[in-house]
Structures are given as C-alpha cells and as structure tokens.
C-alpha cells in the first residue's frame, strides 16, 4: 500500500477506515492532551497493520508458491512491519459503532494531505511476525496471545516525513 501510495500520489485505505482523536476517544480517558490522546489512535492504527499484514500472510498462505509472482518485494521475502499513515482530512465520519477512534473516510488522501508516515524499525520484525500470527487470538481475548501482541506493541513505530517515503521504501 506504501509502494502504491507513492506511484499513485494518493492512497484509498481498505475499506475507508482510519483511526483520530474523536470526541468519543476523549470522553474514554479521564485525562490526556492531544498529542497522548493522538498516540492512543495511532496505537489503534498500528494494530490494526497488524491485520492487514494478517490478511496478507493469510492470502499468501492460500496462494502457495506462484510462479507469476510479479508484485513480490524482491529476494527478500515478505516484510513484517506494521505501518501507519497520519494525514491531515477534513471529511472524516465518526464511527463509535466499531471503537472509540474509529472514523470514516468519503475519498482518498491525496499525497500532500500526508503530515507523516511510522514503520517498524527491522529489530521490530521477529515480534510483529508472531503477532500476525496470533492478531485474531487476541482480538478474541486469548491472553497468551495478548501477551505476545504486547511484545510487537512495545515496539515504538519510527517517525518520517512524507518526503522521505521513497527513500524508505528502497531500504525495506
């Protein structure tokens, strides 16, 4: 989705679900400024990588060993990095049927709208890789999985510029 968002300009996230500081996502925490409550969303947005990656794996899986592989990252097999995008949009619909940070987009983000973008650092791998395995677990409460996805959490996603994506993208 990186990869497309630079060649595209613009990127269209699955199925227009985004994470932000909502009024339902203030009202949960009895205390917090933007920027504490900001990280709480981008948490949200992080795990939820981690079900995209999930899926992907999973359609991998399912896939088997296909001989037209065309859009593979090269050599280097699949990348197990959670990724999270901060955008600056307008036209966000609150959805407090789903979570408390969950909105709506109505259209994709153009590039410019991106403030910033945070990836998993490589020693983050080999937990993000567990957790992908166990995502669904955890969402159904297994607190062993909830263990290990705790493990890839208390990774910190490293911050880069927009600008700076490309070059990213390059070294993944």
Known sequence: ????????????????TAFAV??????AYASGDDDELAEVAMGEAARASLRLLAEDQAAADNDGDSADDSDATPAR???FRRAVIAADVDDATLRPDLDDAVVRLSSAIP????????????????????????????????????????????HQLAWYAAQELPFLLDLL
């Open 1 to 16: 989705m990186l990869r497309d968002l630079v060649a595209d300009r613009e990127i269209r996230v699955i199925n227009d």
């Open 77 to 79: 097999g699949p990348v």
């Open 22 to 27: 909502t009024p339902a996502l203030r009202e």
């Open 111 to 154: 590039y410019d709208r991106i403030a910033s973008v945070h990836v998993d650092l490589a020693e983050a791998e080999p937990e993000v890789a567990k957790a992908v395995d166990v995502i669904d677990a955890a969402d159904m409460g297994d607190p062993d999985a909830e263990f290990v996805l705790g493990d890839a959490e208390d």
